[in-house]
């Protein structure tokens, strides 16, 4: 009964597979030791703990010193991002371009309007900090099985009813515990960690531009990679002045239509697909993430129209990663994706010419490996996010030698 009750509370806690990628699930423990930890989860949740403490202490991590920055301070930054307009200051980050009076805060929480100029809130202050599998971002053709340092500062510039982060990315930076981790001491840290890489993740990396893109250039210039997991809403001249400084990212494409993205998730769309065409313009290696969300985004009219777009604007190399939904959030009311409609949306995608095509959030599926679109072997077989087995050779299937598109290290 008490391990019944502790799994329960540890997957309230966690919220699922979703934000298992804060912490380290991916090594097998033992009864004892699931215990602690969901005793630890349990104890968190009940005391009112910030999760900053309780994953901290779930990973084994020493937990820092603990920003309680009410503001402006050392974790304040003046934005390059913001104009003056008659009616406050402008933030031009991203498309909801916020314009703010004195010490009003924007959309995403992170910044802020003081003396006619614009500041980020969210800087050096990550509420989230874990070493990952590259393939939980998920990037199944970037270095796999390598480790990804992944940061996190609460904030987003979307308000998705089915946010599965919500904990963190539908607050703000003053409203999370938070680890105090500049750009130097975040690379240092990574680069001790024996990752390759430094994910931008959790909640929206945009939220935090200013302190990714400073980060970024840092790592770059000690040999990290850095990876981007956004949900793409961005403005061109930002996006293209941090995109060199970025090898791999995830967009999360929601939907293929306008109605949607702004009635689900406080957005809209072509700001995504001009972010998705900048990207593979500029040589990042871009994967692409589709969450089926019944009821929403689950018509096959609409997910074949988004694969041809896909297909016709160059990026049928791009894998892309049907997601399945969890009732979580705001839409607690929703079954789970019916895996009959992940699997014809991934039919769908295939017969429109895209190469790679996954389904995520549904264990031990066929579709976690990755298939040469030659012969149909399998190059890569998974198991989560573990590699079992690979035939890659040189980046090329190990039984016809098609290359196989990817970063391959």
Known sequence: MLVRLCRILCNLRLRFFSNFDQVNMSRKISKREFLRRSLWCAGGAALGLKSAEVLAKLSGMNHETVNQDGGFGRFSKE????????????????????????????LCRTKVAKDGKLYTLAY????????????????????????????????????????????????????????????????????ASGAISIA????????????????????????????????GYIN????????????GANINLKSFSEEIY??????????????L????????????????????????????????????????????????FFPLYQLTNLPFTPL???????????KAGLK????GNVPNHKTENTYCPKCNNVVLERKGFSILATNLKEGKCGFCGMRIEGRWG
Request: glycine letters at 6%; charged letters at 20%; one cysteine or more.
């Open 79 to 106: 934005s390059p991002y913001g104009i003056v307009t008659p009616k406050g200051v402008r933030c031009l980050i991203c498309p909801n371009q916020c314009t703010l009076t004195e010490g009003n805060e924007s």
């Open 124 to 191: 050096g202050n990550p509420c989230s900090i874990h070493v990952d599998p590259i393939e939980k971002k998920p990037l199944f053709h970037f270095y796999p099985s390598s480790k990804s340092f992944s940061v996190a500062i609460a904030g987003c510039t979307l308000a998705c009813l089915n946010c599965q982060n919500w904990e963190i990315s539908q607050v703000g930076p003053r409203e999370t515990r938070n680890y105090d981790l500049f750009p130097e001491a975040l690379v240092d840290k990574a680069a």
């Open 200 to 231: 931008y993740t959790y909640s929206e990396p945009v939220a935090f531009y200013e302190y990714m893109y400073d980060s970024a250039k840092l790592a770059r210039k000690r040999g990290l990679k850095n990876v981007l997991v956004s949900n």
């Open 236 to 247: 061109e001249k930002p996006l293209r002045e941090l995109a060199p400084y970025i090898d």
């Open 262 to 275: 702004q009635n689900l998730n406080g957005g809209h769309l072509a700001p995504i697909l001009r972010t």
């Open 277 to 324: 065409k900048i990207l593979h313009e500029m040589g990042v290696w871009l994967e692409i993430t589709n969450l089926i969300v019944p009821g929403w985004t689950d018509k096959p009219e609409m997910i074949r129209e988004m694969c041809s777009w896909l297909v016709n604007n160059g990026l049928e190399d791009c894998p892309l990663h049907f997601s399945r």
């Open 340 to 350: 009959a409609i992940l699997e014809e949306a991934h039919d769908i995608a295939k």
């Open 356 to 359: 790679y095509v996954y389904i």
